[in-house]
């Protein structure tokens, strides 16, 4: 069974920064990219960033660039995401999923998600 | 950047058919795929390549994708099928990227 379980989240206060890990198990983890997606409370889902089974080749979305890190220990079956510079508006919950085939396409199983409120 | 857009509601009965559209520009030419979400749950993958379902999903479930538009259709809605629905592209530019649209909330009455 394929289960994914992040962890890391917390309360911090803006410029601040966190590391989420998301824990993989029941699948190859090292054969797949793989996906952060974040929901701010209340509203939709926003893709963050991906990551190719070698960390070779990563993506953001705009509002990150520069100021997170995803990355990866395949001997580990984890995932990661580094965030700093954070900002109000990054508060949401953090999604880690697995991306089925190729660079992108689309996210096949999810995480239950891990909280992170930015605020003083 | 690539937006999607989907209206914020639909309104169904039960045993009734609910259609969710998904617009973007020329859509048509990419594969689009469809989430479901219940409050407080992760996101559940239901449609993906325009049309096609994970092991476990009800065929109730089905999608349609052309021209501008892509249609996440769920027939024999039951209270349950209850939930934001969401659509979602890979933007294969020179800076790729994943897409989601706003989200519509289906409102079984």
């Known amino acids: 069974e394929v289960q994914l379980v992040e962890s890391g989240g917390g309360l911090v206060q803006p410029g601040g920064s966190l590391r989420l890990s998301c824990a993989a198990s029941g699948f190859t983890f090292s054969s797949y990219w793989m996906s952060w997606v974040r929901q701010a409370p209340g509203k939709g889902l926003e893709w963050v960033a991906n990551?190719?089974?070698?960390?070779?080749?990563?993506y953001y979305v705009d509002s990150v660039k520069g100021r997170f890190t995803i990355s990866r220990d395949n001997a580990k079956n984890s995932l990661y995401l580094q965030m700093n510079s954070l900002r109000a508006e990054d508060t949401a919950v953090y999604y880690c999923a697995r991306v089925p085939y190729g660079e992108g396409a689309y996210f096949d199983y999810w995480g239950q998600g891990t909280l992170v409120t930015v605020s003083s | 950047s690539y937006v999607l857009t989907q209206p914020p509601s639909v309104s169904v009965a039960p045993g009734q058919t609910a259609r969710i559209t998904c617009g973007g520009n020329n859509i048509g030419s990419k594969s689009v795929h469809w989430y479901q979400q219940k409050p407080g749950q992760a996101p559940v993958l239901v449609v993906y390549?325009?049309?096609d379902r994970p092991s476990g999903i009800p065929e109730r479930f089905s999608g349609s994708n052309s021209g501008n538009t892509a249609t996440l259709t769920i027939s024999r809605v039951e209270a349950g099928d209850e939930a934001d629905y969401y659509c979602?592209?890979?933007?294969?530019?020179?800076?790729?990227?994943?897409?989601f649209g706003g989200g519509t909330k289906l409102t079984v009455l």
């Open positions: 390549d325009d049309s």
């Open positions: 990551i190719k089974q070698d960390g070779s080749e990563k």
């Open positions: 979602q592209v890979w933007d294969s530019s020179s800076d790729p990227s994943g897409v």
